[in-house]
Every structure is written in structure tokens, then in C-alpha cells.
Nanobody, 117 residues
Framework: QVQLVESGGGLVQPGGSLRLSCRAP???????????MGWYRQVPGKQRDLVAT???????NYDDSVKGRFTISRDNSRKMIYLQMNNLKPEDTALYYC????????WGQGTQVTVSS
């Protein structure tokens, strides 16, 4: 079982920044490196949407809505990924999930991000 633990969510004003973290404490490094890691978000009543992904070789992919504002990064030695979110907007408000994908999909429990004045 792959355990993913997110942290870093919270309440922030529009234009502010947050940094999300996700760690995989039970994985060994070589196994972590086989996963494409990513961040997804979901608001109540809607589907879970891709925010960004990153491969073990640091190739990244972003949803158009966050390009230029969000940056995904990865530390393979620490088995962690991050999402730096700048210039946050109210429409970024959602529950953010960490994802690990190889032959199977694994999810964290989610961390809430609320952007409001």
C-alpha cells in the first residue's frame, strides 16, 4: 500500500501564495522513482481535475489554468513532491490531492486550499 501524506493547505487572500508538500514515507527511493507524481484538485459536486504532474526525470505538465502561477517540483531522495502556488485566485479554492501513478493509482487524503478575502 502506498501512503501519501499532504500538508501545507490553508486560507490565503487572493494574490497570495501557498506551498503544498506530499511525502511517501513507506516507499523506498527506487520504488518512488517509478511513479509519475502529481497534484489534482476537486471542488464539491465536480470531478477531480489535474493540476500538474512530474516524472522522476523532472518532466512537468500543467493544466492551462495554473501555468505561470504554479510550479511542481520533486525531491526523489526525500520521496517528496511540492506545489508552489503563487498569485492564487478564488477559483483555485479546492481540496488538493497528491497522486502517485504507475501501473496503479494512489491518492493522499487531500489538503484544503481556500482563497478568499
Amino acid at each position: 500500500q502506498v501512503q501519501l501524506v499532504e500538508s501545507g493547505g490553508g486560507l490565503v487572500q487572493p494574490g497570495g501564495s501557498l506551498r503544498l508538500s506530499c511525502r511517501a514515507p513507506r516507499l523506498i527511493t527506487s520504488t518512488f522513482n517509478t511513479f509519475v507524481m502529481g497534484w489534482y484538485r476537486q471542488v464539491p459536486g465536480k470531478q477531480r481535475d489535474l493540476v500538474a504532474t512530474i516524472t522522476s526525470r523532472m518532466a512537468t505538465n500543467y493544466d492551462d489554468s495554473v501555468k505561470g502561477r504554479f510550479t511542481i517540483s520533486r525531491d526523489n531522495s526525500r520521496k517528496m513532491i511540492y506545489l508552489q502556488m503563487n498569485n492564487l485566485k478564488p477559483e483555485d479554492t479546492a481540496l488538493y490531492y497528491c497522486n502517485a501513478r504507475s501501473t496503479e493509482n494512489y491518492w493522499g487524503q487531500g489538503t484544503q486550499v481556500t482563497v478568499s478575502s
